[in-house]
C-alpha cells in the first residue's frame, strides 16, 4: 500500500516537474502508437469491410484466423519484425532496426489484425440488418461496403481506440525492435520496464500511471468529439 | 463536411509521424550488458564522450550471450561486455576485431539476513554456494547466458556441483535480467549472484544484503570490441573506434572511476596503459 502512495506521489512530482526528458518520451510513445493505428486502420478498416460483405472461398477460414491474431504475442511480433529488419535479415540494409519506424511496423502489424477483425464483425452485423434494402437500391457490394463504414463509423471509432489501447499498452514488441535506446526509442512502456529492473517500482508505477491517464485522455477526446458529432448531424 | 471525428483523428495520427533521424547525426550502437545500463554508469559517462566528439552512443542492454549475438547478426557496432570466453570465441569466429580491457568490478553473492544456508560473514564463494545447495536454500539464476550467468555455472562447476543435473525446486532460473531477477530474489527471499554494479543502484533490496564477497574467483572484468567491418561491412568502424579510444584513454578511464552511488565506486578502470590492446587485454587469464 505505501509503495502504491509512493507511486502517487512520484507521478504527480513528474507531472509536476514538467522534465524535458519524460515529455520527449511521452511524445515518442503517442507518434509511434499514433502512426501505427492510422497505418493499422487505413488497411484494417477497409479490409474488415470487404471480408464482412464479399463472399469468397476460405472466408470462413479467413475470420477464423483474423480472430486468432487478436491474440498475437507482442513479443512473437517484436521478434518476427527484428529478424526482417536485422542486418543478417532480408531488409536489413534499410537501417531501421532500433529507429521509431521499426516500432511503427511492429505496432501496425500487431494491431491490424485487431482493427480488421473487429471491424469485420461490426460491418458485417450492418450487413445482416440492412443487405436487402441495400440491394433493393441496387447498390453494389462495395458501395454498401462504403454505406456500411459511413453507418457505423461511430463503433469503428470504438474499434480504432481499441487498437491504440494495445499499442500504447504493448512493451514486448517495442522493447525487441526498438531496442530501448535513450533519447532515441525509448517510450513509456519500455521505461516503465527498465525502471521495474532497477527496483525503482514506485518511479515506475509513477509513470504506468501517466501512461494510463494519457490513453484515458485520449478516449475522452474522441469520445466528445463523437458525442459533439451525433448530436450535430444525428 | 461531416464525420469530423474520424478526420481529426487520422489527420492528428499522420502529422505525428516519427521525424526521420536526419542523415547528419553521427551515432554508433552498441551493444551492452544490462549491468553497465542500469547501474546508470552510461548515463554518467556518455555525455562526456557526446560532447567532446559529436557522436552519439546508442547502447542496447541485453545479456552478454544476447549482446554477442546481436553483434553476430550485424546489429552493433561495439560490444561492451563481460564473459571472457564468450568473448574469445566471438574473435575467433572473427566477428570481433581485437578485444581491449576497460575496467572491473566484483560479483557479490546476495541473500535474505535471516541466511538460512549459513554463508555469511565468510570469503570462500565456493564453499558458500556448496551450503546452499546442501541447504537446498532458495536460489534465483539468471538463466539467460548473460555474463552473471556464466560466472554462476562457473561457481557450481568450481564447488563440483553438476547444476543442470543436480538443481532442485530450491534452484530458480528465472531467464531474466539482472534487475529482474533481483526482484525475484527479494520477493522469494532467495540468494543470487549479482554484479555489485546493479547490486548498489538497485532499490527494492527488502531483506537482501551482500552476504559473500571479496573471493578473487568473483572478479568481473569487462572488455570492448570493435564488431569487424570485413564481416559486417556497414559497421561504422571510424566512430566505433573512437568510443574504444576514448573509454580506454586516460579520459574515459577517469570518468568511469568518478562514476559513484553513494560514496561508493561501481567499476575500476583497468585498460592497458597507452590504449595497446596487447600489453595487457590478451594476457590477463580469465577471471
Known amino acids: ?234 | 463536411m461531416v464525420g469530423k471525428a474520424m478526420l481529426v483523428l487520422f489527420a492528428w495520427a499522420l502529422t505525428a509521424w516519427p521525424a526521420p533521424v536526419t542523415a547528419a547525426e553521427r551515432y554508433v550502437t552498441v551493444a551492452s550488458t544490462t549491468s553497465t545500463e542500469q547501474s546508470g554508469l552510461f548515463r554518467h559517462i556518455l555525455p562526456i564522450f557526446e560532447k567532446k566528439t559529436g557522436i552519439r552512443v546508442r547502447v542496447v542492454a541485453l545479456g552478454t550471450g544476447q549482446a554477442l549475438d546481436m553483434a553476430r547478426r550485424g546489429d552493433a557496432d561495439v560490444v561492451f561486455v563481460h564473459a571472457r570466453e564468450q568473448e574469445e570465441k566471438f574473435l575467433a569466429e572473427e566477428y570481433g576485431v581485437r578485444r581491449c580491457d576497460v575496467m572491473y568490478n566484483d560479483f557479490v553473492l546476495v541473500g535474505p539476513r535471516s541466511d538460512p544456508a549459513r554463508v555469511g560473514g565468510g570469503k570462500d564463494i565456493v564453499a558458500a554456494v556448496r551450503k546452499i545447495k546442501e541447504a537446498r536454500a532458495p536460489f534465483v539464476s539468471r538463466g539467460d547466458r548473460s555474463g552473471t550467468h556464466v560466472a554462476e555455472l562457473k561457481l557450481w562447476r568450481l564447488a563440483g556441483i553438476e547444476i543442470a543435473k543436480e538443481k532442485g525446486r530450491w534452484y530458480r532460473d528465472t531467464g531474466q535480467g539482472m534487475g529482474p531477477a533481483l526482484n525475484t530474489a527479494a520477493s522469494m527471499s532467495a540468494y543470487i549472484l549479482s554484479d555489485r554494479g546493479t547490486w548498489l543502484s538497485f532499490r527494492n533490496r527488502g531483506e537482501l544484503a551482500i552476504l559473500v564477497e571479496g573471493d578473487k574467483r568473483l572478479f568481473n572484468q569487462y572488455g570492448i570490441m570493435l564488431v569487424n567491418p570485413q564481416k559486417h561491412p556497414h559497421v561504422k568502424r571510424e566512430w566505433g573506434q573512437a568510443f574504444i579510444d576514448w573509454v580506454t584513454s586516460s579520459e574515459g578511464q577517469r570518468a568511469i572511476a568518478a562514476y559513484r552511488i553513494g560514496g561508493e565506486q561501481l567499476f575500476f578502470p583497468n585498460a592497458a596503459r597507452g590504449n595497446n590492446p596487447d600489453a595487457g587485454s590478451s594476457s590477463r587469464p580469465g577471471a
Open chain 1, 1 to 234: 500500500m505505501n509503495d502504491i502512495v509512493l507511486a502517487l506521489g512520484e507521478a504527480l512530482r513528474l507531472i509536476g516537474g514538467l522534465d524535458a526528458k519524460l515529455t520527449g518520451i511521452v511524445v515518442l510513445s503517442l507518434e509511434i502508437s499514433l502512426s501505427a493505428v492510422a497505418i493499422a486502420a487505413v488497411l484494417g478498416l477497409p479490409l474488415g469491410a470487404v471480408i464482412a460483405v464479399e463472399r469468397f472461398a476460405g472466408r470462413q477460414a479467413l475470420i477464423v484466423l483474423l480472430n486468432a491474431l487478436m491474440g498475437l504475442p507482442p513479443v512473437v511480433v517484436g521478434l518476427l519484425v527484428y529478424l526482417m529488419l536485422s542486418r543478417a535479415g532480408p531488409l536489413g540494409p534499410l537501417g531501421l532496426l532500433f529507429t521509431p519506424t521499426a516500432m511503427v511496423v511492429a505496432q501496425s502489424i500487431l494491431i491490424l489484425p485487431i482493427i480488421a477483425a473487429l471491424s469485420r464483425q461490426v460491418i458485417e452485423d450492418a450487413w445482416r440488418e440492412y443487405e436487402e434494402q441495400l440491394r433493393s437500391l441496387g447498390a453494389r457490394r462495395f458501395d454498401a461496403a462504403l454505406t456500411l463504414m459511413w453507418d457505423t463509423r461511430f463503433s469503428l471509432v470504438t474499434v480504432v481506440l481499441a487498437g491504440f489501447g494495445r499499442a500504447a499498452a504493448e512493451v514486448g514488441a517495442v522493447i525487441i525492435v526498438g531496442g530501448n535506446i535513450d533519447g532515441v526509442t525509448r517510450v513509456m512502456t519500455t521505461t516503465i520496464a527498465l525502471e521495474t529492473s532497477k527496483g525503482d517500482l514506485p518511479l515506475a508505477l509513477g509513470l504506468g500511471m501517466i501512461l494510463v491517464g494519457l490513453v484515458l485522455a485520449l478516449n475522452g477526446i474522441a469520445h466528445s468529439i463523437r458525442e459533439a458529432v451525433q448530436r450535430r448531424y444525428g
